[in-house]
């Protein structure tokens, strides 16, 4: 398993931007699928935006889709969301989530899907 280190989280006004990082301790993150999850109180933890190892190719969720953006980069072991125009509702603890099965990644991808976790990093949106 590869370890994972969140960061970016914060406190950000709505309408406003912030970009989290998900960084491996060692190995590089090319041949992994990356998700990056939502939890918010009371509410089970939900895949946000996945990158999937085979071809890059992304997945959103619907309330997400045309504010963020996923991307990676191989030489620094990381992968990025960049979440702009955020609403009350995108708040709550993000964890990027790793997995190397190669999965492709779609509406119907699970944290059981996932062996490896960071530690989280808490996003709070208010005025």
């Known amino acids: 398993q590869v370890q994972l280190v969140e960061s970016g989280g914060g406190l950000v006004q709505p309408g406003g931007s912030l970009r989290l990082s998900c960084v491996a301790s060692?190995?590089?993150?090319?041949?992994?699928?990356i998700a990056w999850f939502r939890q918010s109180p009371g509410k089970k933890r939900e895949a946000v935006s996945c990158?999937?190892?085979?071809?890059?190719?992304?997945y959103y969720e619907n309330s997400v889709k045309g504010r963020f953006t996923i991307s990676r980069d191989n030489a620094k072991r990381s992968v990025y969301l960049q979440m702009n125009s955020l609403k009350s509702e995108d708040a709550g603890d993000y964890y990027c989530a790793a997995e190397t099965r190669f999965l492709l990644c779609s509406e119907f991808i699970t944290p059981q899907d996932f062996p490896s976790w960071g530690q989280g990093t808490q996003v709070t949106v208010s005025s």
């Open positions: 990158i999937s190892a085979h071809d890059d190719s992304t």
């Open positions: 060692r190995s590089s993150l090319e041949d992994y699928t």
